[in-house]
């Protein structure tokens, strides 16, 4: 079974940076979409940036400019570069896949990590 396992979460003034990772492990031939998402307490969970097996990126509104996300397919790891962080940032961010191609052909569908607490504080 694929998991997803984040890293890179923490304490960050105003102003500073932060870079999330997360890799996924297993037998895997390759992952199409990978994404992160954020939420905070009472909210929905909302999309902060997603990234193809191409390269293709989207990003929110509330990120664009300030948040880099890229992917190392080798290492079937996905990256969340945070720079210029608000305290707005402040969530638990989470590690998306949406379709997991297995070795032998199986599929695995919409898989989450367990999320990383990410604090913008001074």
């Known amino acids: 079974q694929v998991q997803l396992v984040e890293s890179g979460g923490g304490l960050v003034q105003p102003g500073g940076s932060l870079r999330l990772s997360c890799a996924a492990s297993g037998t895997i031939a390759s992952i199409n979409a990978m994404g992160w998402y954020r939420q905070t307490p009472g909210k929905k969970r909302e999309l902060v940036a997603a990234?193809?097996?191409?390269?293709?990126?989207k990003y929110s509104d509330s990120v664009k400019g300030r948040f880099t996300i890229s992917r190392d397919n080798t290492k079937n790891t996905v990256y969340l570069q945070m720079d210029k962080m608000i305290p707005e940032d402040t969530a638990v961010y989470y590690c998306?896949?949406?379709?997991?191609?297995?070795?032998?052909?199986?599929?695995?569908?919409?898989?989450w990590g367990r999320g990383t607490q990410v604090t913008v504080s001074s």
């Open positions: 990234i193809t097996l191409a390269g293709l990126t």
């Open positions: 998306n896949a949406d379709e997991v191609i297995k070795s032998g052909g199986f599929f695995e569908y919409d898989l």
